[in-house]
């Protein structure tokens, strides 16, 4: 191909309807055709970026190999694709104004009045062409939904873009609700028609309609659907509720969505490979046996604060051939609750990232619990600082062992800044942010996973391991198996006299993908699957 083309994708009616998945399935179709892609996200939001956003509110935050704090979104771009996003996938409207007035500072627009249009549109389409002429085709998503005050500038500036460019080069697709009234009994296309009519107010026709909804559309509301939107029947595609979100690439092929998107953009197949993704999702099927994984973490009231978390359990489940079922325990309530109870169905104990105090001595419980039953335990980041201090207090015996994040009088701080180790400065945002080299130790269960003695992950967190403990974990059992080899710093730590202990301070599930599941989400499922048959 001589350009790159480009495809938008807008939401109407409400949030929340997938416009991320959408985007990341209609990139899986066109990588099946053989074209190379990319997904941007362009969120109207003023923040700079998520990292500081509370994951109630925004849900996980994403962490790309350059250290961007970005949507959760770019994690399904890079689950549904080959694609590797970066700092360029991922622009908000506080990075876009943030942008124009440090310009306007500088005297770039020499002395002009800056205005929304042209100067904060034109940044936004300089954010959208940032990835030209690297990919066949880069699609982007539009936070938000039409109507928003906040997204009107980027609403703008893509219909800028159609007008700039051929017609074959840019698509509009517009992501929509058609409920279904169950007093009514009946699909309601009304929220769609006037979704449409908002957009098209502001100048942009859509090309192709995603209509969101419950049961497969009939082709009677898909007609009249097209004759109130000014669009073709087949350019209205039913996209149906599936049972697991990797089924939509394929349920969109089915409705005839990649060929029209061939068709409108003028683009001839290279290749027509879905056959290995098939056979993936006939597996996730397939699968029977059932192991019951216990998260215990502090934002469980929003399953998205841990969105890549669970998909890469599920991606390692497939691995195994089980289901994996989530036991969602709050941290904060584990204090109250008999612990023989609460994980007696548990085949396996996960405590996941975060920050803050609120919650810890929960999560110190239930490494405890893991440890001394012999059930299957990972601790990612938090995690690992957790089963890091359980194991000082409840083996060492040094009761008040204990985080600079959580408490600053202790003197025995297992975790501190990076600033206060020797000869290391703060790093981003005072955070270790993006991929970062590990060498593992050869004759432990991380390089036995890896079956490599170097890795690289990606990291996102504030405090790292105290050297002084180093000697004080090797003397009463416990490994240091995994070392950032640039500045010496703890990676990972395991039991060898447990079945399966691990904890790590980097993140893998940001690298987990259906196709090639992570190695450590693979073997700790396989452990709780053994462990389950232990039980019998």
Not at 202 to 230: H, M, V, W
Request: net charge negative; proline share 4%.
């Amino acid at each position: 191909m001589s350009k790159t083309k480009y495809i938008f994708v807008t939401g109407g009616v409400l949030s929340s309807l997938g416009k991320g998945v959408a985007s990341a399935s209609i990139g899986n179709i066109l990588e099946s055709y053989g074209f190379s892609i990319s997904i941007i996200k362009l969120d109207p939001y003023l923040n700079v970026d998520p990292g500081t956003m509370s994951p109630f509110q925004h849900g996980e935050v994403f962490v790309t190999d350059d250290g961007a704090e970005t949507d959760l979104d770019l994690g399904h771009y890079e689950r549904f694709t080959q694609a590797s996003m970066s700092q360029k996938n991922n622009m908000t409207a506080g990075q876009i104004y943030h942008n124009v007035i440090q310009k306007e500072r500088r005297g770039d627009y020499l002395g002009k009045t800056v205005q929304v249009i042209p100067h904060v549109t034109d940044e936004i389409k300089s954010a959208i062409m940032a990835l030209d002429g690297d990919v066949d085709v880069v699609l982007v998503e539009i936070g938000g939904t039409v109507g928003d005050i906040e997204g009107l500038p980027f609403l703008e500036a893509i219909r800028q873009v159609g007008l700039e460019m051929d017609d074959s080069d840019v698509l509009y697709i517009h992501l929509t609700l058609v409920p279904h009234i169950a007093t009514a009994g009946e699909l309601k296309t009304k929220p769609t028609q006037h979704s449409v009519r908002e957009l098209r107010e502001i100048g942009i026709q859509p090309d192709i309609l995603l209509c969101r909804a419950e049961y497969p559309i009939p082709q009677s509301i898909k007609k009249k659907i097209a004759l109130f939107t000014n669009l073709k029947e087949s350019d209205i595609v039913s996209a149906t509720d599936a049972e697991s979100i990797y089924e939509i690439p394929l349920s969109f092929k089915s409705e005839g969505l990649g060929n029209t998107i061939l068709k409108k953009l003028k683009l001839e197949k290279l290749s027509d490979d879905s056959q290995v993704w098939q056979a993936w999702v006939d597996r996730a099927r397939n699968s029977t046996e059932e192991v019951v994984i216990s998260v215990v973490g502090k934002y469980i009231r929003l399953k998205d604060s841990y969105k890549s978390l669970f998909e890469s359990l599920y991606h390692g489940g497939v691995a195994n051939d089980v289901n994996v079922t989530f036991d969602l325990l709050e941290s904060d309530d584990l204090l109250e609750w008999n612990l023989d109870e609460k994980f007696k169905d548990s085949h396996g104990i996960l405590v996941p990232g975060g920050f803050g105090l609120r919650g810890i001595e929960g999560m110190i419980k239930a490494v405890e619990f893991a440890r001394t039953r012999n059930v299957p335990f990972f601790g990612i980041c938090l995690g690992m600082q957790t089963a890091s201090i359980e194991f000082i207090r409840n083996v060492v015996g040094v009761k008040d062992a204990h985080s600079d994040e959580f408490s600053k009088s202790t003197p025995n701080k297992v975790f501190v800044k990076l600033k206060e180790l020797v000869n290391i400065e703060e790093m981003g945002h005072n955070m270790r942010l993006g991929e970062f080299s590990c060498i593992l130790k050869k004759d432990t269960l991380v390089y036995d996973i890896y079956k490599s003695e170097k890795i690289y992950e990606r990291h996102r967190h504030r405090y790292e391991f105290n050297p002084k403990f180093e000697n004080t974990l090797k003397e009463n059992g416990m490994i240091i198996s995994g070392k950032n080899p640039e500045r010496d710093l703890v990676e990972t730590i395991e039991l060898p006299t447990h079945p399966w202990f691990l904890g790590c301070q980097f993140h893998p599930e940001f690298k987990s993908r259906p196709l090639s599941p992570h190695p450590l989400f693979v073997s700790f499922i396989a452990a709780a699957k053994k462990f389950k048959q232990s039980k019998k």
